[in-house]
Nanobody
Framework: QVQLVESGGGLAQAGGSLRLSCAAS????????MGWFRQAPGKEREFVAA????????????YYADSVKGRFTISGDNAKNTVFLQMTTLKPEDTAVYYC??????????????????WGQGTQVTVSS
């Protein structure tokens, strides 16, 4: 069992920045691919970014949705079992509830919400124009 707790959401102006955190507890953090997804009102949950670790690299492999590439950065601190999403140059269309999801295993293919084995409760991000 893995428990995920997000924090760091809030209100930002367009062009601003926010940093989200996802603290994981339970099983070995690095055995999972960790992803950030978001869901805006009336829309389906969508992939934002994910990171996974191989046995030969502790820095992790990150990949992003095209809509956030170059603006968002996902990173992880294995010692603290925490994943971060640094969001910069925020746009009003980034407004959504952001969820952290864990999928057992790596490989860089984790992009669909239904692949997640565990979810956090979500944190609201609101970007004003």
């Amino acid at each position: 069992q893995v428990q995920l707790v997000e924090s760091g959401g809030g209100l930002a102006q367009a062009g601003g920045s926010l940093r989200l955190s996802c603290a994981a507890s339970g099983r070995t953090f690095s055995s999972y691919s960790m992803g950030w997804f978001r869901q805006a009102p009336g829309k389906e949950r969508e992939f934002v970014a994910a990171i996974w670790w191989s046995s030969w690299s502790s820095s992790g492999y990150a990949y992003y949705a095209d809509s956030v590439k170059g603006r968002f950065t996902i990173s992880g601190d294995n010692a603290k079992n925490t994943v971060f999403l640094q969001m910069t140059t925020l746009k009003p269309e980034d407004t959504a509830v952001y969820y952290c999801g864990a999928k057992y295993g790596g490989g860089g293919t984790y992009r669909l919400p239904n692949e997640a084995d565990y979810w956090g409760q979500g944190t609201q991000v609101t970007v004003s124009s």
